[in-house]
């Protein structure tokens, strides 16, 4: 068998292409973490996890005193009290998680291997409660908010440790959230990226932009737009509706490897939820 | 008469305003207009990329349609086919575009 010499110059170049589409995530958190590191470089590295208030003194000043009575407190408050309540069968959330549920933030979201699908806190919680024969909560505030900001508040500190296991299919569950997190959508034709990474720390209308590095962190937040607590998937609908595209049902697929994705990216950075933003 | 003046004032009668109203469209003229619209956003919610905009606009065919408006209800269902296109288009070329905002 002969090669031409054309033949062979095109494989030559065509392998570093290809060596460039398999997913290296170690590569692709360095790459990201040093994008924002790069472009904001008065930005303290573990201030990142305070979004908007990181980007600009004023605002930065104004969650300091926010922070005095922080807006979530009773997000706290009362997601400790059901955590600690027992379900009719007796059993407790401690009984469905390690280390009890306490400090453990920031190994989610999860891989499960048995599943071959990515495992949310929030998504947890509710299996949780199926299990111990309890109805599922609504994913997006109330007694969900309340349960994931006790638990955030439990790991504040720790750092963002989320693992992709030797597995193919947890490969393909962090590049399905990459994807996600570039792809453009709805009619103003913009993707998670459009605003969390061209954009941070411009207005848009009235708002800050917040970094993508770290906004997980903060998760879940009290939001004064919403006069109230959000869950991860509040945020991910809400983006998707500001974009004039229909968002997804809570916990799709989509939305767990998009989480995966963006936490994953932020490991390092410490947890600071709950939060408060604008 | 002649022929010729007869047909000149036939056709000066047909061309008088109001003479000949304009044909307003039909019920069945909706129902194929909205079909195509929703074949369209069925496509979008296949890809996963639907629009609030288009579900509006199908919204509003919807309710032209029921109150016999069915001139407003074909324009707000071709309306919405075309958005319906327009995110069909977009999560296409996505496919492969993504690629060129990725932080590398």
């Excluded at chain 1, 949310?120 to 109330?142: F, H, Q, V």
């Amino acid at each position: 068998m002969t090669f031409s010499l054309a033949s062979i110059l095109a494989l030559a170049l065509l392998a570093p292409a290809l060596a460039d589409d398999k997913p290296d995530p170690v590569a692709d958190q360095k790459a990201f973490q040093r994008f924002f590191i790069e472009k904001f470089p008065k930005v303290k590295y573990e201030d990142f996890v305070n979004g908007p208030y990181s980007m600009d003194e004023g605002l930065h000043r104004q969650w300091e005193e926010k922070e005095q009575f922080p807006p979530y407190e009773f997000a706290v408050e009362t997601g400790k009290e059901m955590f600690a309540t027992p379900f009719k069968n007796g059993k407790t959330y401690a009984d469905c998680f390690a280390n009890k549920g306490i400090g453990i933030r920031q190994n989610y979201p999860t891989f499960d291997e048995k599943e071959g699908k990515v495992i949310t806190l929030e998504l947890a919680l509710n299996r949780c409660r199926e299990a111990n024969g309890e109805a599922p909560y609504n994913y997006l505030k109330d007694e969900m908010a309340s349960l994931t900001a006790y638990m955030a508040f439990t790991s504040r500190g720790q750092k963002m440790d989320i693992r992709i296991p030797n597995d193919p299919r947890a490969l393909q569950a962090y590049e399905n959230g990459k994807r996600y997190f570039y792809t453009r959508r709805g009619q103003l034709n913009f993707s998670c990226a459009t605003c969390h990474v061209q954009s941070p720390g411009e207005h848009i209308r009235a708002e800050i932009l917040a970094p993508a590095l770290g906004i997980m962190n903060a998760m879940p937040i009290y939001r004064s737009e919403w006069s109230g607590m959000g869950t991860t998937s509040r945020r991910f609908l809400t983006c998707n509706s500001q974009t004039r595209a229909v968002p997804l049902e809570p916990q799709s697929d989509e939305y767990r490897d998009l989480e995966y994705y963006l936490s994953y990216v932020s490991n390092g950075l410490p947890i600071s939820g709950p939060g408060a933003r604008p | 008469m002649t022929n010729m003046t007869r047909n000149i004032v036939l056709a000066a009668v047909l061309l008088m305003p109001g003479a000949v109203p304009a044909l307003a469209a039909s019920e069945a003229d909706f129902k194929a207009a909205y079909a195509a619209a929703e074949a369209a956003e069925k496509q979008a919610d296949q890809l996963r990329n639907k629009w609030t905009t288009t579900e509006a606009q199908l919204a509003a065919a919807k309710k032209a349609a029921s109150t016999g408006d069915f001139d407003a209800a074909i324009a707000a269902a071709r309306e919405a086919e075309a958005l319906a296109n327009a995110s069909i288009y977009q999560a296409t070329s996505e496919k492969t575009r993504w690629k060129d905002l990725e932080i590398r």
